[in-house]
């Protein structure tokens, strides 16, 4: 039986956990980042945290006889997955990546692409007053640069520190979406620009479809 390791924290690592679970033949565990507070687990054994950089993740590789890694992380965890390759190259351990494409701008999306949040930050300048910030609690800070804006929040836990806003309001809450949810929250918001990082995938993709359909720009992180 093959040991596997899932590198998880998205969607599509859950889903995987879900097929793996039981597997006559492959001997799964999950490992998170211990980013989010309170995570939904998976239903294989599960450890939380960092591993020590690279040479403490191909120890752990060697030590639990691990044989496979999938890694299947965020698009945007770039140091994660930079570890990852690296400490099974030093491990010779077989690394394989679970990826999702990114979003693409469709007819009637108003996307205006920017490489990072302080550039998205800079965009909102000339753009509406309440701005939809959905890009997690870990680069809201960025935002304190383009301090007169409205910001509506939503993240899985708080910002910690929280961002010094004077017009901030924090929706806790965790994905999938509903069209009409995210119709009912923008509307009811009066919500007239969306920050979103790239992050494709099918969890929280019905954000751009509302935002299309009520005419609003997105400034998305991640697309040049």
């Known amino acids: 039986m093959v040991k596997a390791l899932i590198l998880g924290g998205t969607t599509e690592a859950a889903a995987l956990a879900k097929q793996l679970a039981g597997h006559s033949r492959i001997d799964a565990r999950v490992s998170l980042a211990g980013r989010t507070k309170n995570p939904v687990l998976p239903p294989l054994p599960t450890r939380i945290g960092g591993f020590g950089g690279v040479e403490g993740l191909a120890e752990y590789l060697r030590a639990e006889g691990i044989g496979a890694v ?15 390759a ?8 077989p690394l394989r990546l679970l990826t999702r494409p990114a979003w693409v701008a469709g007819p009637g999306d108003r996307w205006i692409g920017v490489p990072d949040m302080d550039a998205a930050a800079l965009a909102l300048r000339d753009l509406g007053d309440t701005v939809f910030l959905t890009i997690g609690r870990q680069e ?10 409205r910001y509506l929040i939503r993240a899985v836990d708080p910002p910690d520190p929280m961002p010094a806003l004077p017009r901030m309001s924090l929706i806790l809450d965790r994905g999938p979406f509903t069209v009409e949810s995210e ?6 918001e009066v919500v007239e620009v969306v920050v979103s990082k790239n ?3 099918r969890a929280t993709d019905a954000k751009l479809e ?15």
């Open 199 to 201: 992050s494709g995938g």
């Open 70 to 84: 999938i890694d299947a992380t965020h698009p945007f965890a770039a140091q994660i997955s930079a570890n990852a």
């Open 183 to 188: 119709l009912a929250l923008m509307r009811g």
């Open 140 to 149: 809201v800070a960025a935002f304190e640069a383009m301090p007169d804006k």
């Open 210 to 224: 509302a935002a299309r359909r009520l005419g609003l720009p997105v400034v998305m992180v991640g697309l040049l």
């Open 86 to 93: 690296a400490a099974c190259a030093l491990a010779g351990v």
